[in-house]
Structures are given as C-alpha cells and as structure tokens.
C-alpha cells in the first residue's frame, strides 16, 4: 500500500510500522480521499487515529455557531463603542453651574455615545465659551472614551488675581495682534503677528537679557487682536408660514374677581383669538362677561423668489455668525455676500472683531 501511494505521488510522512501488516503514517487532509480509490486494489483497512491542523480546528468551533456569532458581535461592539465618547469631564468649573455648562454642550451634540472625531470640536468650543459672561475659555479635547472640557472662568467684577501662581498667557483663539500691554511676564509676539489657538503670547519663564538667570513669574496682560468669524447658510427654497383659513367661531369667557370661572373652548386645532375681544361688566359685582372670535390657521409653505432667497440666507448667516461672537468683543466690521457651490445659493458672513484672545494657563 505505501509503494503503491508513493508511486500515485501521495506524500507520505513518519511513515512507521507497528506490527507486520499494520502501518501508521501522516499524510495531508486533501490527499485522504485517495486512499479510499486506491484501496480497492490492496483490500486494505484504513482507520484514522487523530486529525489536526487549523480546517479540523475550525471545522469543530463551526458546530458552536452562537459562539461564533456572539464573540463577533462583541468584537463589533467593543470597536463600535471605542469610536465614540460616553464619559463627559469638566474641569475648572467654580462660579459656574456644571450642569448648565453640560446642558450647553449637549445642545452643540457633545453628549456621551456619539463620535466626535470628526466635529471642529475648536469651533464649538468657542461657541460655547462665547454664550456666557462666566467663561473666558473653553477647551475639549478626545481622549478615548472620554471628552475632556477644560474651562477657564472669566474674572468676576472686583476679583483680583492671585499673582502668587506663576503662569503663562496663552491664545484663546486665532486672529491677528492689533495691540499687547504686558504687566508681567515678557511677550512673545508683536502687533501684527498671526497666532494659533493655544500659542503662547506672554511668557511666565523670564529669562535675565544678560542670560545671568531665569526665573518664573504671574505673566499677565492684554492682547487685543482681530478675530474673523464666519457662517454660511443654504439659502432655502420655500419657507412655512401661518395663514388664515377664514373659519371663525365665537369665544367667551367669564371672570369673577379676576378669576377665570368659565371659557368655551376653541373647536380648532390651532387658532388666534381676534384683538377686537368686549367686555362687559356687572358692577357693582366683580363679574366680567368677554367674548371675541376664534380665527383657524394652518400652517403653509410658500416658494421665495430669488431675491428672498438671497436676503433670507444672509440674514441666516449674519445670525449664525453673530451667534459665535463674545459679548464683551468689539465689532470692526460685517461683510455679507452669497456664493453658489453646486448650483446652489449660500449666504456668507464674515464678522471682524477686536478683542482680548489672552488667558492665563498654569504651569503643569
């Protein structure tokens, strides 16, 4: 049998004898079907002591599918779940209410179980810093599962600074230094410059002019620089109004010492009471008799003409912008225009401001 395998080309190994008409060998898993045409011509018994290798492996975990099928669901929900945030951690919250500062960034989509890889999280967070008089900075940052938000607090109205903690005076945000007025520290940039978002502006480490010592200091200052913020707004083909169906019913209503006793309901889903509403009164009785009329409206869509589409997409886009802009910055300038990408209308704003970029960041 093994010379004939041998001569059929069916590779054969640690072919051995184990008593004369036995044989124990190893041979390949594909090349086992052979045997059995082979055999008819020697009448010898074939039986298969152990079967190995990966197929056979698999073979057997393929007869636990639920396995299978869970172990694959749980790899695709662990990298599921990796991609997105579920943890929300605020830091440097003091005057202000946390959960208010959470319920802002929630509005904006930074809420646990969402990706936020791919948000200008830089721009929300300016956003966000720019609706309240409490925050001076706000940054978020993506740290696995977690959304690190890291706020610094503006000063309140007759705080002093602790001038005992050396620090450096960092960017908030980018934009162009109109003018810097540095109180301690030494400044690293000039009017003029273009700064980034976290560059440093006045330095806390000081170094002496003639290199004979450094030392680390409070730095703080003003830098006043101009900042550019920008919207843009689909400008939309129909816009939904209320109008009036002409139907009408009559409304009355009785009031005693100002409290409202009796008053007939309105038959329509969605309706305005007429301005022309009467009284009459009962004196001496504090009793009062009102009525008026029920007026139907529904809501309606209309299609805008070129030129509403264009004066609503700017007047959209002027109050995005504005929306983004900090109460206590000076507005320089707003340029409104519309483009069309795509054969379709946008408006676009630009609004130039003029203010303090600079916060104090601690040494670490």
Same mark, same amino acid.
């Given at each position: 049998?093994?010379?004939?395998?041998? &001569?059929?080309?069916?590779?054969?190994?640690?072919?051995?004898?184990?008593?004369?008409?036995?044989?124990? =060998?190893?041979?390949?898993?594909?090349?086992?079907?052979?045997?059995?045409?082979?055999?008819? &011509?020697?009448? =010898?018994?074939?039986?298969?002591?152990?079967?190995?290798?990966?197929?056979?492996?698999?073979?057997?975990?393929?007869?636990? &599918?639920?396995?299978?099928?869970?172990?694959?669901?749980?790899?695709?929900?662990?990298?599921?779940?990796?991609?997105?945030?579920?943890?929300? +951690?605020?830091?440097?919250? +003091?005057?202000?209410?946390?959960?208010?500062?959470?319920?802002?960034?929630?509005?904006?989509?930074? =809420?646990?179980?969402?990706?936020? &890889?791919?948000?200008?999280?830089?721009? @929300?967070?300016?956003?966000?810093?720019?609706?309240?008089?409490?925050?001076?900075?706000?940054?978020?940052?993506?740290?696995?599962?977690?959304?690190?938000?890291?706020?610094? +607090?503006? @000063?309140? +109205?007759?705080?002093?600074?602790?001038?005992?903690?050396? =620090?450096?005076?960092?960017?908030t945000r980018e934009g162009i230094v109109t003018r810097i007025t540095v109180y301690g520290g030494r400044a690293q940039v000039r009017v003029g410059d273009k700064v980034h978002k976290g560059q440093l502006l006045i330095a806390g480490h000081v170094t002496a002019r003639d290199e004979s010592m450094t030392y680390t200091t409070h730095a703080f200052g003003e830098v006043l620089a101009a900042v550019i913020y920008r919207a843009q707004v689909a400008a939309p083909s129909t816009v939904t109004a209320w109008a009036e169906t002409g139907s009408e019913a009559p409304w009355a209503a009785i009031y005693f010492a100002g409290r409202k006793l009796l008053e007939r309901a309105c038959p329509f889903e969605d309706a305005d009471l007429a301005t022309n509403k009467k009284e009459l009164s009962l004196a001496p009785w504090p009793l009062r008799v009102c009525y008026g009329t029920w007026r139907e409206k529904v809501k309606t869509e209309r299609g805008l003409s070129p030129a509403e589409q264009k004066e609503t997409a700017l007047f959209e886009a002027e109050r995005m912008a504005l929306l983004q802009v900090p109460r206590q910055a000076k507005i320089l300038m707003i340029d409104r225009h519309t483009v069309v990408k795509d054969g379709k209308l946008y408006g676009v704003c630009t609004v130039t401001t003029e203010e303090n970029i600079g916060y104090t960041k601690e040494f670490t």
């Open positions: 049998m093994a010379s004939l395998l041998e &001569r059929e080309g069916v590779p054969l190994r640690d072919l051995r004898r184990l008593a004369p008409h036995t044989l124990i =060998c190893t041979m390949p898993a594909r090349d086992f079907r052979r045997l059995h045409r082979l055999n008819g &011509r020697c009448r =010898c018994r074939i039986r298969i002591l152990r079967k190995g290798g990966g197929p056979f492996r698999l073979r057997r975990l393929w007869r636990r &599918r639920v396995l299978i099928v869970g172990m694959a669901a749980a790899l695709l929900a662990a990298f599921w779940a990796s991609r997105r945030v579920w943890f929300v +951690e605020v830091q440097g919250c +003091e005057r202000m209410d946390e959960a208010v500062l959470r319920q802002a960034l929630q509005e904006q989509g930074l =809420c646990p179980g969402r990706n936020l &890889r791919r948000l200008p999280l830089s721009d @929300l967070a300016d956003y966000v810093a720019a609706q309240y008089e409490e925050l001076a900075f706000v940054e978020l940052h993506v740290d696995g599962i977690f959304l690190r938000v890291r706020v610094r +607090e503006a @000063l309140a +109205e007759g705080e002093r600074m602790d001038l005992s903690r050396p =620090c450096d005076v960092v960017s």
